[in-house]
């Protein structure tokens, strides 16, 4: 299993008597495609945060790629998000004054899984694969379009070849015509990889490039018991 | 990556960095300069003269003795006579004397009468001798011997005439221009008042005032400058002498010796101690410049505190990505200290820089009118540690900032 969340309970330290999440039981095989859809205030970024190790559950198991993050301290975690967790946000993906490769680089420095001339090479090659143009490698990136951003976006999310991506919204600041390129590539790209991806949107348009679709309000029990 | 990622962020908010840059390098050029002048200033003053065990004067304050004798700053009490100084010079613990004998200018520059032992035993910094960069010491009557920055500045070279002046300042209308004296010397260049000082034996001091009276020439004097070598122009009175004597066990000795001469009253006074009085009365103007210099410092650091601090606020985003690509919080402090740290340095290289620059350009400014020579060795004495200090004292102030990043990264979800 790629996830696997056993009895997982989470409130947020400053309102402990309030549940934020209440997962019974929701587990997702490696490689598997998961779209997951859910209202604002659902407890999407919360379950997100849990996977990534940002967050630790109050209570219960969360295993991501066979390591109980529950029972990892702070530093395991940072350490086992930077090696085997990929992430792309709704926005803000990216160091905007840093360069496309820079950024890329700067993901790679926290796994240190490869040697840096291969890993310029991959970073090249997957640029290329991304048609982002070898002319705006070396341009901030708040110079380049949303859409080029998306992309690279991906690149820096893929560098380190995580076992697990997650996506948060990665398509709303996008066009139609941007957001099949994105998806298309996206898809491809973690097909390619065997890569579990976790999906998350509220635009279910996207639902169709899924072989797997969860509702959040099915996985999450909080706030509709009682 | 991780000094890459702070100079680029640094880069990304120039406007503000630069001002903070320039805040901090004007403080540190004034803490490193303030502190420059006060060791080249000691290290020069405590320079001036050694090897000398006692200066002798008319009865009055050392500090007055010291700096109208070594500084030719002020004017003396009184003169000494003669005889006073034939006697003590004879003193079997004496070794050598110097006579000085001043009142005297040319352009601005004081006229020092003096004998040829001057030459021989006149020593300053470490015991260093006086040297001629050109020619030799006066031989004749009407011969002069020129301080390395007298000749520099007023372009003399051998040969030349000068006219002396009587009295000091830098325009006389009592010249003595019937008995020119001819440059016979140039002395190599020694940062003390050596370099600003004209020297001409005491015989000559003599024959320029031989037909003057109260400071004004004698209307109708009729001796002419070729008969005066054949008259006796041993001085009346001196100014102050230098004692070397043949053992240093000696000195207290000898000084109580002199201040206890019943014929007139004398005042002898050890250099080393004398100059050692004269840097305390200066060190409450030094402390104040350092205290400066430092408030100055710490108002900087607290500028460049507060510019990090607003640019942890604006970071947010920028913090919560480096913590999902794997970044443990401990990265975030630390790369806050090293923007911190790279603004710290960039400020040192230009208060350095600009202390280069201001050092080159004032050099021949301070030599001249303040007899200053400034060594360009900025890294020496308490430098050294204030430019070590300055730095720890940015990793201090860049701590608030750097714990809000870090506690914005522990909280960032």
Redesign the interface.
């Known amino acids: 299993m790629s996830i696997q969340l056993k009895d997982v309970r989470y409130s947020y330290p400053d309102m402990p008597e309030k549940l934020v999440l209440n997962i019974n039981n929701w587990s997702v095989a490696a490689g598997e495609q998961v779209f997951v859809h859910g209202p604002s205030g659902g407890g999407k970024?919360?379950l997100l945060?849990l996977l990534?190790g940002?967050?630790q559950a109050s209570t219960g198991e969360v295993s991501v790629i066979g390591k109980r993050l529950d029972k990892a301290s702070?530093?395991q975690r940072?350490?086992f998000?930077?090696?085997h967790i990929g992430?792309i946000?709704q926005q803000?993906?990216?160091?905007?004054?840093?360069d496309a490769i820079?950024n890329i680089?700067?993901?790679h420095?926290?796994?240190k899984t490869r040697t840096s001339s291969s890993l310029k090479d991959d970073i090249k090659s997957l640029l290329t694969t991304f048609h982002i143009a070898p002319g705006d490698w070396q341009k901030p990136v708040a110079k380049l379009s949303i859409g080029q951003q998306q992309r690279i976006a991906i690149v820096?999310a893929m560098i380190n070849k995580p076992e697990l991506l997650i996506a948060d919204e990665p398509t709303s600041s996008l066009d139609q015509h941007n957001r099949d390129i994105f998806m298309t590539e996206l898809t491809a790209m973690v097909s390619e990889h065997n890569t579990t991806l976790l999906f998350v949107s509220h635009d279910m348009s996207l639902a169709k490039y899924f072989n797997r679709i969860d509702a959040l309000a099915d996985i999450n029990t909080a706030g509709t018991e009682n | 990556?991780?000094f890459?990622?702070a100079t680029?962020?640094l880069?990304?908010r120039k406007g503000s960095v630069v001002l903070t840059i320039l805040a901090m390098s004007v403080s540190i050029f004034v803490l490193l300069g303030v502190e420059h002048i006060r060791s080249q200033t000691k290290e020069s003053f405590n320079s001036t003269v050694s090897g000398v065990d006692l200066i002798v004067g008319a009865r009055t304050g050392s500090l007055n003795l010291l700096l109208y004798s070594v500084f030719r700053i002020g004017s003396p009490t009184n003169n000494i006579d003669w005889e006073t100084y034939q006697t003590i010079s004879t003193n079997p613990k004496v070794a050598w004397a110097i006579p000085i004998s001043l009142g005297d200018s040319h352009k601005g520059y004081r006229v020092m009468g003096t004998s040829t032992d001057y030459f021989k035993h006149f020593s300053y910094g470490n015991k260093r001798q006086l040297n001629f960069a050109a020619g030799q010491a006066f031989n004749d009557l009407f011969d002069v011997v020129l301080g390395a920055e007298v000749a520099k500045t007023l372009g003399y070279s051998l040969d030349d005439k000068i006219t002396l002046a009587h009295g000091l300042g830098n325009t006389s209308f009592s010249l003595h221009d019937d008995r020119p004296f001819k440059v016979t010397g140039i002395l190599a260049s020694t940062g003390t008042p050596v370099d600003q000082t004209v020297h001409i034996s005491l015989q000559g001091i003599e024959a320029i005032h031989i037909d003057w009276k109260q400071g004004v020439k004698i209307p109708g004097s009729t001796i002419q400058t070729e008969q005066l070598a054949a008259l006796t122009l041993t001085p009346k009175t001196i100014t102050a002498f230098m004692l070397g004597l043949n053992s240093r066990m000696t000195i207290f000795q000898v000084q109580r010796d002199i201040n206890n001469y019943r014929q007139e009253p004398l005042s002898a006074i050890l250099p080393g101690v004398a100059l050692s009085e004269l840097w305390q009365m200066i060190g409450i103007l030094e402390n104040t410049l350092r205290l400066i210099s430092g408030l100055i410092l710490i108002a900087a650091l607290l500028g460049l505190s507060a510019m990090m601090l607003a640019s942890i606020r604006e970071r947010e985003?920028?913090i919560?990505?480096?913590?999902?690509?794997?970044?443990?919080p401990s990265y975030l402090f630390l790369l806050v200290e090293m923007e911190a740290l790279l603004i710290s340095f960039l400020s040192l290289v230009i208060a350095l820089s600009g202390l280069y620059l201001g050092l080159l350009l004032s050099g021949d400014f301070l030599t001249s009118k303040v007899g200053l020579q400034m060594s360009f060795a900025l890294f020496s004495g308490n430098n050294l540690l204030f430019i070590l200090l300055a730095i720890g004292a940015t990793i201090v102030a860049a701590a608030l900032p750097s714990f809000f990043a870090y506690r914005n990264a522990k909280l960032?979800?």
């Open positions: 970024s919360t945060n990534s940002m967050l702070s530093q940072d350490r998000r930077a090696g992430y946000f803000f993906n990216l160091i905007p004054y840093l820079d680089q700067l993901a420095q926290f796994a820096r | 990556m991780f890459r990622l680029k962020s880069f990304n985003h920028e919560h990505l480096l913590r999902v690509i794997g970044a443990p960032s979800r």
